[in-house]
């Protein structure tokens, strides 16, 4: 609520009032003033009279052909000129902003986006420096919470929430694959039968994962349930029991990097597979993104399929 103090001068369009009396002031004239703003005489004079009236005090004295300014209208005339500096670094700042020389971005998304996220934000921030940067990851469950609650500015889901109050985007192809240890008896095999999974000891992602949920859905389409040996709460423990040799398991194609080869892991070549998925940007519904945000949302969509080629 703005101070009771000043709440009268919001009340009458003080800003083209002061517009017309710095001019007035500055020229000492009001026909000049009349002259420089484009506006007829009788304009500048009831300007004038209703800034005068809002003040509560003559502003300007005629004696003989000119005007000066009262001890009241001098004070006036230094506060409209700091009123017009405050604009102005206002202006500046939003033309900052507009240009992302500034500004902040809060990025929130899924923990099976931890590896692909860092690298898509990295290359933004380093075409934008000067716009401020924090990453939140979290599971599925405390995402949706954070996105009802509206407390970051952008999402990025890889299996959307299911609700007609958000706004989504796909930006990318997100493969979902079979992850397998380097030695396991399938690794070196062609075009595998889907059913095949069925008799492999399952890791899955924990109730409410995204991942889990694609996973069950899609045995269920092919009449088949998994051998479900262990759930676990995050992709690198389902890779630490993979390493272990306690099984396969269904999750991203970028879940540990760019290239699972490297951690010891190979993606088993299963008939359906990869399976088409992708990456989604997701806002509530009225939500006013910020500049950074928007700006992030063209980015990814140029650039990501650059940063994230198979």
């Given amino acids: 609520m703005p101070q009771l103090n000043i709440r009268r001068y919001l009340k009458h369009g003080i800003l083209p009032q002061l517009r017309v009396f710095e001019a007035s002031a500055r020229l000492g004239s009001f026909v000049r003033a009349a002259q420089e703003l484009h506006l007829a005489q009788p304009t500048v004079s009831v300007q004038i009279k209703k800034l005068s009236e809002t003040v509560g005090f003559p502003l300007f004295e005629q004696v003989g052909k000119h005007i000066y300014l009262t001890d009241a209208g001098q004070r006036v005339y230094a506060g409209c000129n700091d009123v017009f500096r405050a604009f102005s670094s206002l202006e500046e700042k939003l033309t900052e902003m507009r240009g992302l020389d500034s500004g902040h971005l809060q990025f929130a998304v899924t923990s099976t986006a931890k590896y692909f996220a860092p690298r898509l934000l990295g290359a933004f921030i380093q075409r934008y420096p000067g716009v401020e940067t924090s990453l939140q990851i979290h599971n599925r469950s405390t995402l949706i919470e954070r996105l009802r609650n509206n407390e970051d500015d952008l999402y990025m889901f890889a299996d959307p929430p299911d609700r007609q109050e958000v706004m989504v985007q796909a930006i990318l192809s997100n493969p979902l694959v079979v992850f397998a240890r380097g030695d396991h008896p399938m690794a070196g095999e062609k075009d595998i039968a889907f059913a095949r999974l069925a ?54 194609r970028y879940t540990f990097g760019l290239e699972p080869e490297q951690t010891k892991l190979v993606c088993l070549d299963v008939e359906g597979f990869p399976l088409e998925s992708h990456w989604h940007f997701v806002y509530p519904v009225g939500k006013h993104l910020s500049v950074a945000a928007r700006a992030f949302m063209d980015f990814a969509r140029v650039e990501a399929k650059n940063l994230f080629r198979p």
């Fill in 199 to 252: 008799n492999e000891p399952f890791l899955i992602r924990e109730p409410g994962s995204g991942t889990r949920m694609v996973t069950l859905k899609l045995f269920e389409q092919h009449g088949l349930a998994p051998k479900i040996r262990m759930e676990l709460c995050t992709s690198e423990a389902i890779r630490e029991a993979i390493l272990a040799g306690l099984g396969v398991s269904i999750l991203s």
